[in-house]
């Protein structure tokens, strides 16, 4: 079975920082976490920030240059750094990975920003 436990929402105001953090663990060896996604009330979830197969990353064009999506590998952990927040970017954020090509997804992270 594979964990993901994300950290780090909050309530913030616009223009403020976040950083969101997502551990990864289980039994099974290789847990290849692939990125962030969100999901405000009403509306699908989303992918907010992700690794490609490449190693590369790909942001969604609402937090280009906003964003960033980082790794430790060491600490099986994964980061978004979120800066100059939007209202509308308020959501659930969920730290989705793939082990052996199964989907895992965690429980979410509520993130809140206030105009």
């Known amino acids: 079975q594979v964990q993901l436990v994300e950290s780090g929402g909050g309530l913030v105001q616009a223009g403020g920082s976040l950083r969101l953090s997502c551990v990864a663990s289980?039994?099974?060896?290789?847990?290849?976490?692939r990125g962030w996604y969100r999901q405000a009330p009403g509306k699908q979830r989303e992918l907010v920030a992700g690794f490609t197969d490449g190693g590369r990353t790909n942001y969604a064009d609402s937090v280009k240059g906003r964003f960033t999506i980082s790794r430790d590998n060491a600490k099986n952990t994964v980061y978004l750094e979120m800066n100059s927040v939007k209202p509308e970017d308020t959501a659930v954020y969920y730290c989705h990975a793939v082990a052996r090509f199964r989907p895992y997804w965690g429980q979410g992270t509520q993130v809140t920003v206030s105009p």
């Open positions: 289980g039994s099974i060896f290789s847990i290849n976490v």
